[in-house]
DNA sequence: ACGATATGAATGAATG
DNA sequence: CATTCATTCATATCGT
């Protein structure tokens, strides 16, 4: 991402620096700052390798890997591939949390629809179907290539996948939510504010959903 | 603070907005400018109706009413009420922190038109250990007024510094990834990405974990 | 025109 | 995996 550069300063003291602070050397920030380079491999891996939830394993190739560009340590790669996986399916939820929509196994593409995102470098795009959604178990897709390396194994057809969906469907059913207390200012039951706090857990009536306005677009 | 005097009703541009850009058609102006109806609307939800993180459900709803006056996207709701949590807080950080006793409560600068305020005080200070009073005492503005909704998460009373210790080494050996071939794009070969992610359930144990991440090279 | 400030956007790090 | 917090960058806007 980054439409406009930034960062890019990586220091490689050995240690050290942190919250060591104390004089004018106010750079070395906590945090990790990554590198165009490890951000291009960890995007290479993420789009072009359907790489997700590296294992600890991978994590440490990963980071050891990256190591040559800079500082690195593989908790940050586990963030990374954490923070940029959620921020991706967050997006989405914002725009079109409509229905998960198991729908059909990748039958055409995965179409990471674009809409609030800069665009990452916009230079690797080139292999279309990855295994994008969290429903891949793709039997005999071709696209078995890009991650075909050659450390024996796989198919990519037992990618697991875990139990994704909890939040499944809302079924925006009957607006039995009783507005009718009245707001102070303004009726704002389409946002969902509940006007009531409950105290019974188990009923769980998070979700509202008493929209008549609804969104459109 | 907050300059609330512009009437700029939104430059639904698509090509050569105020920014002098010379080339070709502009996205808008890069960045969102809410226009003062939905500034309005905003703060009226974040003051009036204790609204802080909405959910993605309720940032799709306000987006979408919002829309009514200007363009807008999710992630402009989403990340206006992020910033304006955040900022109030760091703001309070400055003023009212750094001393139990006196200091100007909080008078800065916040003069906006506040109608309840629930939250105040959340000092979660985040140092390794701190012994911290469980001072439980729900202070000022108990002015419930009508809008009772329960707005997501307030209230940082109880400590919760909750520590689930479950070691689990993930005996990182030596895995026999050889690598070498050549795959299409890239050689992943190192970064192991191997199907078979089974099902470790440990993935949680966090501090300890990050901490198997590393890895001495 | 600048410089300061307000604020949108992005993202690393954590926590639940 | 979802949510939240803290920081930081970038830019719009205003003041002088």
Request: hydrophobic content about 25%.
């Amino acid at each position: 991402m980054e439409p406009q550069n930034q960062q890019q300063q990586q220091n490689e003291d050995g240690g050290g620096s942190g919250k060591g602070n104390g004089f004018l050397c106010r750079q070395s920030s906590t945090r990790w700052t990554p590198t165009t380079d490890q951000i291009r491999i960890l995007k290479d891996l993420y789009y072009n390798n359907g790489v997700r939830s590296p294992s600890a394993e991978q994590i440490q190739r990963i980071s050891a890997r990256l190591r040559q560009y800079g500082k690195i340590e593989g908790k940050n790669v586990f963030y990374w591939f954490q923070n940029h996986k959620a921020r991706e399916r967050q997006k989405k939820r914002f725009t079109s949390d409509s229905s998960p929509a198991v729908s059909m196994q990748r039958g055409g593409g995965v179409a990471v629809s674009n809409v609030w995102k800069p665009d990452h470098e916009a230079f690797h795009n080139k292999f279309p179907n990855i295994s994008h959604g969290v429903c891949s178990a793709s039997p005999s897709s071709a696209s078995t290539l890009t991650v075909g390396q050659n450390m024996g194994n796989y198919g990519y057809g037992s990618v697991t996948m875990e139990k994704n969906f909890r939040d499944c469907s809302i079924s925006a059913g009957g607006s039995s939510t009783g507005v009718g207390g009245g707001s102070l200012s303004h009726n704002f039951g389409w946002v969902g504010v509940e006007p009531y706090s409950s105290t019974y857990s188990f009923i769980d009536k998070r979700k509202v959903l008493l929209d008549e306005y609804d969104d459109e677009e």
